[in-house]
Each structure stands twice: as C-alpha cells, then as structure tokens.
C-alpha cells in the first residue's frame, strides 16, 4: 500500500473516530462504505481494518459500563456466545464465498436497514422516560431473564437473543462489524429495554465478536494499516464514550459511584455559546470587573458629554456605512471603512477610535458567524434570525446613547484610600474624582464609561495576577487581593443546591442534616413594585405625547430612572444572598458544590417569573465567582425530573406535590420541603447520598443583608409590657 492511501485511510478514520466517539459507539459501520467509496477499497482488507478497530476501541466504553455496574451478566454472555459463533461464519463467508460487487450490494442492504432502525430507535427512546436506578437481576425463569430498572419490571426471552445475535454475528463477521449497531435498536425497540442496560451488553457483544471473526479473517489478508487505531486512541483521549446514545464533553465532573441516565450531563459551569456542562473559559476565569461611580464638576461632565457624543456618532457612522455595504453587495469591508472612519475622528478620540472600530469588527464578525450558523440549521430553536448590529441610539427621545471606549494604556487610576481615588484620561486632560472600593489587583483592560440614569459610571475589567507591559507601567491596578482564592476550604464535604424564586436556595449537605433555605419572595416583591412604577409612568408618557404636550420627556425620564432602579435592586438582592451563602458554605467545611441547572426553561417555558425576576444564569455565574474565592469547587448538574422525583422513596408520585412547597411521599407518607426534596435529587444524580434534613435553618434577602427568620432555640414569643 503507498503513503498517499495510509494518509487518507488516517484521515477518514480521524473524522469517522471523532464524529461516531460523540455518540458512545465505535464507528466502524462508517469506515467500511468510507473505504469503498472513497478509497475504492472492496477487498475482505475492509473488514479486517474495522474489526481490529472495534477491538481497540471497544475495551472503553466496556470499561466505564463494568464501573458503572450497568451490565446484566446473562444478557451479556447471551448476546457474546451468539456473536463469537455467528462472526466466526461470517468471516469464513466474506473470505471465501463473496466477491466483490456482492460485498458492495451487501453493504448497502445493511446501511439501509441500520438507517431505518435508527430513525425507529430515535422515536421510541424520545417517546420514554425512565428514571436512572440500580439494575437489580430477579432471575432466570423458563429461559426468560426478569429484572428490575427504574421501578419497572422488564423480561426477555434469552433463546430468542441467542438466535438473533447469531444472526447478526454472521452479518457483522461479513461486514466487519461487531453487530451492536444492529442490536441496539432492536433490543430498543423490539424488545423494549432501556439503552441504560443495553448498552454495556452490546458493547461485551461486539468485542466478543469481533476477536474471533479477526483471527478467521487474518488467516488470508492483514489489517489495512493501524493509523485508524491511533487516531481513535486520540480521540477518545478528549471525547470519552459513555453510552450508546450519550456523551460526555471534556472536563465533566463524572457522577462519584453514581448513574447518569443517557445523554444527561454532570459538569462544570457552562459558558455562552457552548454546550451546557463544559468548563467555564479558563482564559476570562481570573478576570473580574470594577464598577466605579464618577463624580465630575461641571466642566468635565460637559466635556464627558462630548466625548461620549463623538464616540457614539462613531458607532452610528460606521455602522451605517457597513449597513449600506451588506444591503447593497452582502459583503462588508472592514478594512476601508474602519480606515476611514478611525482618522475622521482620531482628531477628537485619538487612538481609542481604534477600540470603537475593533467592537464593530467584532459585532459585524459574529453577526455572520450566526447568520451562516442559522442558514445551516445549526442555531437553537428558540434563537430568532439574526439581524445585524443596532445603532447607539434612544429609540423614544431620538437622542444617541453615551458611552466612551478607552484603550487600557490611555488611562490609570490614582487611588486615595480603599474608597475614593482619581481617573486619569490622558488623551483628554481630565483627571475625575470615583468612589468605590477596587477589591482586585492586576492588569487593566479596556475602560468602558457609560450614562446611566444621569449618572457616570467607569467599569474597569482586571486581569487579577497578570503584570502591565513595560510599556505602561500604570496599568497595573492595586486593590486589596492579588489573587482571586483568598482563603482555603475548611473541608471536603459537598452542598447541593436547588435554586428557584420562591425559595431561592435550597441547600443540603453530604456531611449534615441540617438543610438551608434562602427565601425570594422579597425579591418578587421588589420587582412588583417597580414594575407598577414602570407602567405608570409609561402610560402617563404616551398619553401626554399622543396629545403633543412636551412634559412627556419629563415623564419619560422618571420611566428610565424606574427600569434603572428595578434592575439595581434586584441586583443587589441577588448578589447579597449568593455572598451570604458562600460564606455559610464556606464556614461548614465545603469544598465542593452541585447546583441545578434548568436547562431550556425559559425557551421551553418562558414566562415572567423565569425570564424577568429570575435570574438564573447571572445567579450561578456569580456564586461560581464568589466560590473561587474560597477554594470551592462549583458543577452544574441538569435538574431535569429532580421536582417530580420522590427523594425519599426515589419514585415519581403523581401529584405528590400536595401544596405549593410540599412534597409528600405516598409510599412512606414522610413530608418533605419541595425544594429540599430537589436538591437531595440532586445530589444522587451526583453519585452522593444526603440524610433526610431534620434541621432548617430559614433566611430571608433583605436590602440591610440576609436575615434569619428561623426562631433561635429557648426563645419563645412575649407579650410586650404595656
């Protein structure tokens, strides 16, 4: 065999490997028509390649099965003693009995059959949901295997097994495949077991077949080369196979000794734009930012105005032009317009022009990331088609939106004491007085001002722990930390976290039975208010101006002051309750915390409470900066079924939610917080066990803190003395 075709089959085997290793499979019912159609490989060489690549590949997944205990002994066995005699015939039949043009009709025949399965398969297994338990086997009766998965009894007919694993050994000894492709979605479907169970029997099956039926074929031709088998060692030395239908992305925190059903995920904190369960960006991780009140004199707030006004005609020119650009040739040219629109203004901005010009790079560039995304079918159901980048601009009052960009080597800051310093500006002579603490030290990114409810404010992003550039020697910001982890966890023990509106933490502990609730409803409250606030003063704005009275703009203000407050002060609820809970978390010796994610809830599901008031991702993004703080560890876990699910008795109950905040087990009759409840599911979806909480401690988010409304022990209600 030449170098060019050795090259090929590495790289058809490298996309084959890394494709099919997503799915929890081996991939080497892609490889034969691969090797047909594009290498024109028809000799029996094809299927010895992919059996050695079945048992190179196999040993993984059977692996986790086998840890995982997800493999019914006699199920396993059935399933390899019908494949090792089936593929034994196989092979002697592909060696000697079948030519070439039969193989090629013979492997269409078996790619049509597995594609009709698949779509079969697909249906059924979105039709059932079953919840993840131990696979307890009840015996052996009359040939039939009886056991017990998810509360459920199932059974099938072993003798019936062995016969259809003969039958597809033989087909996979001829195809060159261990015959679990086959299997699966027949013992899915047919035969209607779960994929939890199946998966790791099948696996067993496949290796089994596919060692004999290679020794049979390798009395005649070899293997085609062993790049393939590197390349799959490659591939899942970053994407590990885990099931037959399921994956696992890289970094996952795996459940500890526990069972995650199919296609669930157990992971770190998802980002923007991946997947939900992948790490969280380990290149912005130490960046934290600072929101500073600028407090100018008169003159610099008229000189800020300015500034801002040049900045956002900036943004509206350029934009404008690029606009016309895309409507008229569907291109955009970056390079000329942002020339060209840099040195008209570099006059009045100097080279922060350049950081304005760079945002639009970045808006246009991700624009037409997601349009060719949405044009492949590619983007969320829920994502809309995307439109191009808006302009700076009040849509009501028609007035353009102030903001300043600057590069992080035109500015420094001069700190006083812990709460109050100076903001140079050196491209403009201004030196304005802020007030707010700098918590972190490190390097300085680009500074962005903004207007917001006649207010400036500077945010600041640092680099926590990275030196300037020689360059700029003043651009190292020195605040109280040096580095994000400022103490170490006091423990090894592990919190599970239920987040929600009504109770916005529910906490359970590995180590303790005492449980913590964090109540919500004030922040429900809070949000009611300004809301009727907001809608006031919206009505009163567009009726004085259908009527063409000019106070509207008065009216108008009072509107924006009112969305403004309504987002500060649940802001402030929030990240005083997520403080609040770190630290308790951190004083009862954690190390380690699993919180629910709601996955989809709001596209699903989308209503005021999960959309407006409950801030879900910006809660976990938070807690999981504020954890890091302390050394601790935070993991996403999918949530899904965790409510429905009895903690107690691990049962669905029909309506066993009794009341709003109850869950009542109807096996046991034991009552149980609703929330708690969740957060001890989640813990077993985690692999650990929590003991039944037997203590509550109750707090409630006010605007002064958080604040117990747990009565302390020996404290009993008195009549005031009149």
């Not at 696992?248 to 997947?275: A, D, K, W």
């Not at 009045?348 to 997601?370: D, P, T």
């Not at 903001?403 to 006083?416: A, F, G, K, M, S």
């Not at 509107?559 to 809970?581: C, D, G, S, V």
């Amino acid at each position: 065999m030449n170098e060019f075709i050795l090259i090929e089959l590495f790289g058809l085997a490298l996309i084959i490997s890394f494709v099919a290793s997503q799915g929890g499979i081996s991939g080497a019912y892609l490889l034969v028509p691969a090797q047909i159609y594009i290498l024109g490989a028809l000799s029996p060489v094809v299927s010895s390649t992919n059996l050695m690549y079945n048992v190179i590949a196999t040993p993984l997944s059977i692996y986790r099965y086998l840890r995982e205990r997800r493999v019914v002994k006699q199920l396993a066995l059935t399933l390899a003693l019908g494949g090792m005699a089936g593929s034994i015939a196989g092979s002697y039949i592909r060696v000697f009995l079948m030519g070439a043009e039969v193989f090629r009709v013979f492997v269409d025949a078996v790619l049509l059959i597995l594609g009709i399965e698949l779509i079969m398969t697909v249906r059924a297994v979105r039709a059932r949901k079953q919840l993840v338990t131990a696979v307890k086997v009840l015996g052996v009766k009359s040939g039939r295997l009886f056991f017990l998965f998810s509360d459920k009894v199932f059974s099938v007919s072993l003798p019936i097994i062995l016969a259809l694993s003969l039958i597809i050994g033989v087909v996979g000894g001829i195809y060159g495949i261990g015959g679990a492709s086959l299997m699966s979605p027949i013992l899915l479907t047919a035969f209607n077991l779960p994929v939890y169970v199946t998966a790791g029997a099948t696996s067993i099956g496949t290796l089994a077949g596919s060692i004999p039926s290679l020794v049979t074929i390798n009395d005649k031709p070899r293997p085609l080369g062993w790049g393939c088998f590197t390349v799959w060692g490659l591939s899942t030395r970053f994407i590990k196979p885990c099931s037959a239908v399921g994956w696992l992305v890289p970094g996952l925190v795996p459940p500890r000794g526990g069972s995650v059903s199919s296609g669930e995920l157990v992971g770190r904190l998802p980002t923007l734009f991946t997947n939900p369960g992948t790490l969280s960006s380990s290149k912005s991780s130490n960046v934290r930012t600072v929101r500073l009140r600028l407090l100018p004199s008169g003159a610099q707030e008229r000189r800020l105005r300015k500034i801002a006004d040049a900045t956002a005609r900036l943004w509206n020119e350029l934009n404008y032009a690029r606009l016309m650009q895309f409507r008229e040739g569907g291109e955009v040219d970056f390079e000329g317009t942002g020339y060209e629109f840099y040195h008209r203004y570099r006059d009045r901005l100097g080279v922060n022009a350049g950081q304005v010009v760079n945002l639009n790079n970045n808006a246009w560039k991700s624009y037409f990331e997601l349009s060719r995304l949405y044009k492949q079918g590619k983007l969320p159901k829920f994502m809309n088609k995307p439109s191009p980048p808006g302009f700076w601009k009040d849509k009501v009052l028609g007035k353009r939106i102030l903001r300043i960009l600057v590069r992080n080597d035109r500015y420094y800051l001069e700190p006083i004491n812990n709460g109050e310093g100076y903001l140079v500006l050196k491209d403009w002579g201004l030196r304005i007085k802020y007030a707010g603490r700098i918590k972190w030290s490190g390097k300085q990114g680009t500074l962005i001002i903004k207007l917001e409810d006649n207010r400036w404010f500077a945010y600041v992003p640092i680099t926590i722990g990275e030196k300037p550039a020689r360059s700029n020697p003043k651009g190292y910001i020195r605040g109280i930390y040096e580095k994000i982890q400022i103490d170490k966890p006091r423990g090894s023990n592990k919190a599970f976290i239920d987040i929600g509106l009504n109770n916005l933490f529910a906490v359970v502990f590995n180590h303790s039975d005492t449980a913590i609730l964090i109540k919500g409803s004030t922040i429900k409250a809070e949000y009611y208010w300004w809301k009727r606030e907001i809608k006031t003063y919206q009505s009163i704005r567009d009726w004085l101006r259908n009527h063409g009275f000019e106070s509207w703009r008065k009216f108008h203000a009072y509107w924006l002051h009112a969305k403004y407050k309504q987002h500060e002060r649940l802001r402030h609820y929030y990240r005083t309750a997520i403080r609040f809970l770190a630290r308790t978390m951190h004083e009862m010796g954690v190390d380690e915390v699993f919180i629910g994610y709601p996955y989809l809830v709001s596209q699903d599901y989308g209503n005021e409470y999960n959309t407006n008031i409950w801030w879900f991702n910006k809660i976990i993004k938070w807690l999981s900066e504020v954890l890091q703080e302390y050394g601790i560890r935070l993991n996403v876990v999918n949530e899904y079924g965790t409510s429905k699910q009895c903690s107690i008795c691990n049962m669905e109950h029909e309506n066993g939610r009794v009341k709003r905040g109850l869950y009542v087990c109807k096996l046991t009759g034991i009552k149980i917080n609703a929330d708690i409840n969740a957060a001890r599911n989640i813990a077993k979806k985690a692999g650990y066990k929590t003991p039944i909480p037997r203590k509550i401690l109750s707090y409630i988010v006010t605007s002064n803190g958080v604040k117990p409304i747990t009565p302390k022990e020996g404290v009993t209600t008195e009549t005031p003395q009149g």
